[in-house]
């Protein structure tokens, strides 16, 4: 199988899955609730439906989309600050940016 299958799969891994594993780890009594929270935080790519085209398998969304922006980042940074679900929000948040992140650069292009 090529790089572009691997790279997909863990993709949609890191987005779909793995924030079971975080609710899970964390939030033991809540888990279902964090989960669905964490998931909702995918709606942080409705700012690519501004970019043109809207997906670009060779673009590096970090940087690039408004809410994937460095200072969207930091922003969601300090909402690790605050208690409850905008920690949720945050931590969701962060998690998205290293997915898409690492999808550009320790992949193949």
Same mark, same amino acid.
């Given at each position: 199988?090529?790089? *572009?299958? =691997?790279? &997909?799969? #863990? +993709?949609?891994?890191?987005?779909?899955?793995?924030?079971?594993?975080?609710?899970?780890?964390?939030?033991?009594?809540? =888990?279902?609730?964090?989960?669905? @929270? *964490? *998931?909702? &935080?995918?709606?942080?790519?409705?700012? +690519?439906? %501004?970019?043109?085209?809207i997906f670009?398998?060779t673009?590096?969304?970090?940087?690039?989309?408004?809410? +994937?922006?460095?200072?969207? @980042?930091?922003v969601?940074?300090? #909402?690790?600050?605050?208690?409850?679900? @905008?920690?949720?929000?945050? @931590?969701?948040?962060? %998690?998205?940016?290293? &997915?898409?992140?690492?999808?550009?650069?320790? =992949?193949?292009?």
């Open positions: 199988m090529d790089c *572009l299958f =691997w790279k &997909t799969c #863990m +993709h949609y891994f890191l987005h779909l899955v793995f924030p079971v594993f975080i609710a899970l780890a964390f939030y033991k009594d809540n =888990w279902k609730k964090v989960y669905l @929270i *964490l *998931l909702a &935080t995918m709606l942080v790519d409705l700012d +690519h439906l %501004f970019a043109s085209p670009d398998p673009r590096n969304s970090i940087g690039f989309h408004f809410l +994937h922006s460095y200072y969207a @980042i930091a969601y940074f300090l #909402m690790l600050f605050f208690k409850g679900n @905008i920690r949720i929000i945050g @931590i969701g948040l962060l %998690f998205h940016m290293f &997915t898409d992140f690492q999808d550009f650069n320790f =992949w193949c292009h």
